[in-house]
């Protein structure tokens, strides 16, 4: 079994030695087993309860199991679960509807993982610019950030910029173009290239470690995009949905893009449930037979993400990460030991950086643990907080105290 720096009871470490022994080692968890969760609370196979600081990266932000979509779902496969795109369903323009008002958009397209999203996105913004802007065939580009995360499909991980994500991976897909991420000046130059069709960003980069841009620069990216008829494709598969203080991370800006791209927190913590939400125009390229996927829009998909999207609309989850968000981030700002070099973030969402001498994040996680709270490292120096937005206000202080504690104890420094 894999070392771990914090005691691996019995009954654990015999499971992870399982998961081990016949799961790829695509992983590397923590230490825990978890068998059963509500709200922001997991417990795990020995009984032990754990604040959960990381939500399975945004995807429920509506906390564990919660009660309104739990009740849609077991309505919905007590009727009927899947019939494939080949017949309509009566759940899916409920859903599809739903979500074009939430988003303001015309068109939706249903998918399953994130990663389907994205590649969706890029597939409608090359159909686009062949057929609407007119570019010629097979030259159309799409720039991307330095530092991105969009998934691990071989085309999404041939414009990735992280070595461990592409390496090993090749031959890579062809026509993306990467530009520092918050770079205005830089997306200008690249922009201007009449080949280019999409530009896709993260409006806050996750995976990189909550990487929030300067002020101003998704909304010049909205300016530019309009001014070189590029289409603006926003990834909100983690940012969207309430975890940055808005329903989406673009309203911060005011900024409206062409497209869209969600997920993760949209399937209610219960299934994988992904769309590219649009604007007609964008999204009609796609026509029969271009695109698609047996489970994509499946009927238990859309009335699990009607309900994710009845709570969207309360702004009940929206206000809660505002609220709460500004409260942990002033504490981990204020009270930062020394261990910590820069803590960014916007709502209930955050990145702690450690200083190098600080040693590993991955070390802080594992003492996390032992003391029940569940959060993850990002880039070895990073640790990643991302609470359900349903948590309770002292539960989010005490897994603060004992966060900044942790970070505080000699022996980690
Ligand atoms: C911004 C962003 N895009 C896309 C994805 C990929 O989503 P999935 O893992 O569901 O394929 C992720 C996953 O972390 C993400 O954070």
């Not at 409920?94 to 996105?121: H, I, K, Q, R, Y």
């Not at 609470?387 to 309770?392: H, M």
Request: with cysteine; glycine share 10%; proline share 6%.
């Amino acid at each position: 079994m894999t070392e771990f720096a914090v005691p691996v009871p019995p009954k654990t470490a015999e499971q992870i030695d399982r998961d081990e022994r016949f799961g790829a080692p695509n992983y590397h968890p923590l230490p825990v087993v978890v068998a059963e969760a509500e709200g922001a609370w997991v417990t795990d196979i020995e009984g032990k309860r754990y604040l959960d600081l990381l939500s399975a990266y945004s995807a429920l932000n509506f906390g564990h199991r919660h009660p309104a979509l739990v009740d849609a779902a077991k309505r919905q496969l007590d009727r009927l679960t899947l019939t494939s795109r080949a017949v309509h369903s009566d759940t899916f323009a409920t859903f599809a509807e739903a979500l074009c008002d939430v988003c303001g958009m015309d068109m939706m397209l249903p998918m399953n993982t994130g990663a389907e999203a994205v590649e969706t996105s890029i597939k409608a913004a090359r159909k686009w610019g062949y057929d609407v802007k007119g570019v010629p065939a097979d030259r159309a580009r799409i720039v991307v950030c330095d530092g991105n995360f969009h998934g691990r499909t071989t085309t999404i991980v041939s414009f990735s910029t992280d070595p461990t994500a592409r390496g090993g991976f090749g031959p890579f897909t062809p026509g993306f173009v990467t530009v520092p991420y918050g770079d205005a000046a830089a997306l200008a130059e690249a922009l201007a290239d009449p080949m280019v069709v999409g530009f896709l960003v993260e409006p806050i980069q996750g995976e990189a470690g909550v990487i929030v841009p300067p002020a101003g620069y998704l909304r010049e990216a909205r300016r530019l995009c309009t001014e070189h008829d590029v289409l603006l494709i926003a990834d909100e598969i983690q940012t969207g949905f309430g975890r940055t203080g808005a329903t989406f991370a673009c309203e911060h800006e005011g900024v409206v893009p062409d497209m869209y791209l969600l997920g993760k927190a949209l399937g209610g913590g219960i299934l994988p449930v992904s769309a590219v939400v649009a604007r007609r125009e964008v999204l009609a390229v796609l026509v029969a037979g271009t695109h698609g996927s047996t489970f994509g829009g499946n009927p238990l998909a859309c009335a699990v993400g009607t309900a994710v999207l009845d709570l969207v609309k309360t702004g009940e989850y929206q206000e809660r990460s505002r609220v709460l968000g500004d409260k942990m981030l002033a504490r981990l700002r204020a009270e930062a030991p020394v261990a910590v070099a820069e803590v960014r973030g916007i709502g209930l969402w955050a990145g702690v950086e450690l200083k190098i001498e600080a040693g590993p994040a991955r070390r802080y996680c594992e003492r996390l643990l032992e003391r029940g709270v569940i959060c993850k490292d990002t880039h070895a120096t990073t640790l990643r907080l991302a609470p359900p937005l349903v948590i309770e206000e002292r539960d989010l202080d005490h897994a603060t105290d004992t966060l900044l504690e942790t970070l505080a104890t000699p022996e980690a420094f």
